[in-house]
């Protein structure tokens, strides 16, 4: 479980180690660009509140298991403190994050072909060496660091409403909701590919789903993270369902009007606006969280035919 107090804690102990990103108003909407922060993704914020709570580490440094994302902030954080770090990847994992792994001078381990099996290795791995396990979204330190986000928003827009956050395992929209309990409101927005809030929510715990779609590499959850279905229920977070064209044309939409890059799990929360999965009271104060841009350049764009025809929320 985690508190407005915790998130504050890890604002304080991350600042002037991560970006304070942007925040763009357009037709009624916020969206915070999240995806301009070290490794392109939110995930550097939970990495470093993770290391510097920890303290002193061991020689084996820090070792994680993530689709990507997660990884590379761990990687990202541990080179700034000059500490080994050991990432385990499903195989299946797309090129460009684990190349930027390596490039970030952490060693990559390629394990199964989804994030469990990547997981149970790196679990037995810190448990073998000593090393700081980081994972990916159900650590305190993690969820904590993620939630600074919301500390930010609260101060960057005024009289805000609600918070439209991406689920995968969850870490994101912990933290997010501690921080602004009772200040705003946290919808939390899936593909139904992957619905591992939804499917919490409607089974009064977190169980375990099929996951697949578009977005599998970042959202790519199979199991609700405990501490995200602990904030969820007691803070009343909403969840909202998206198909995979409606992600893609999100994504489509975001590069062709502000030519923001993000990654189809970044543009999930923004699908729910198009579509009208999720739709804002008139009046209603809306920011809509881009989390990641790690992602091939050249898929930024779909076939006009691959894509349903776009409604907004407004």
């Known amino acids: 479980m985690i508190s407005t107090a915790d998130v504050e804690v890890a604002a304080t102990r991350i600042r002037g180690r991560v970006r304070r990103t942007p925040v763009l108003a357009d037709d009624g909407v916020w969206f915070k660009l999240e995806q301009l922060q070290h490794t392109g993704s939110f995930k550097a914020r939970g990495a470093f509140n993770r290391i510097i709570a920890a303290g002193e580490l061991s020689a084996a440094g820090v070792v994680a298991a993530s689709g990507g994302n997660a990884g590379l902030a761990v990687a990202h954080a541990a080179r700034e403190f000059g500490?080994?770090?050991?990432?385990?990847?499903p195989?299946?994992?797309?090129?460009?994050?684990?190349?930027?792994?390596?490039?970030?001078?952490?060693?990559?381990?390629?394990?199964g072909d989804k994030y469990a099996d990547a997981y149970d290795a790196a679990v037995k791995h810190a448990a073998d060496?000593?090393?700081?396990f980081c994972h990916a979204y159900d650590q305190p330190e993690i969820c904590a660091g993620q939630g600074t986000?919301?500390?930010?928003?609260?101060?960057?827009?005024?009289g805000l409403d609600t918070i439209l956050v991406a689920v995968g395992g969850g870490g994101l929209l912990a933290g997010i909701a501690a921080a602004v309990e009772g200040r705003a409101r946290v919808v939390g927005v899936e593909p139904r590919t992957a619905p591992t809030l939804n499917a919490a929510l409607a089974a009064g715990?977190?169980?375990?789903?099929?996951?697949?779609?578009?977005?599998?590499?970042?959202?790519?959850?199979?199991r609700l993270g405990d501490i995200a279905f602990a904030v969820a229920t007691r803070s009343d977070v909403g969840s909202v369902l998206v198909d995979d064209a409606a992600i893609l044309d999100a994504r489509a939409a975001l590069w062709d009007r502000y030519r923001?890059?993000?990654?189809?799990?970044?543009?999930t929360a923004f699908a729910a606006l198009r579509t009208g999965a999720y739709r804002p009271a008139?009046?209603?104060?809306?920011?809509?969280?881009?989390?990641g841009a790690n992602t091939d350049p050249a898929t930024l764009t779909s076939p006009p035919a691959a894509q349903p025809a776009a409604r907004t929320a407004r």
């Not at 500490?83 to 990847?89: D, L």
């Not at 195989?91 to 394990?111: D, F, I, M, W």
């Not at 060496?129 to 700081?132: A, D, F, Q, R, V």
């Not at 923001?260 to 543009?267: H, K, R, S």
């Open 83 to 89: 500490v080994a770090a050991r990432v385990y990847v």
């Open 91 to 111: 195989r299946n994992a797309p090129a460009v994050k684990v190349a930027k792994l390596r490039e970030l001078g952490a060693a990559v381990e390629l394990v």
């Open 129 to 132: 060496s000593g090393g700081l």
């Open 149 to 158: 986000i919301g500390l930010e928003l609260l101060e960057d827009v005024d």
């Open 205 to 222: 715990e977190p169980v375990a789903v099929e996951v697949s779609g578009v977005a599998a590499d970042s959202l790519g959850a199979s």
């Open 260 to 267: 923001l890059a993000v990654e189809p799990g970044g543009a």
């Open 282 to 291: 008139p009046g209603e104060r809306v920011a809509v969280l881009l989390c």
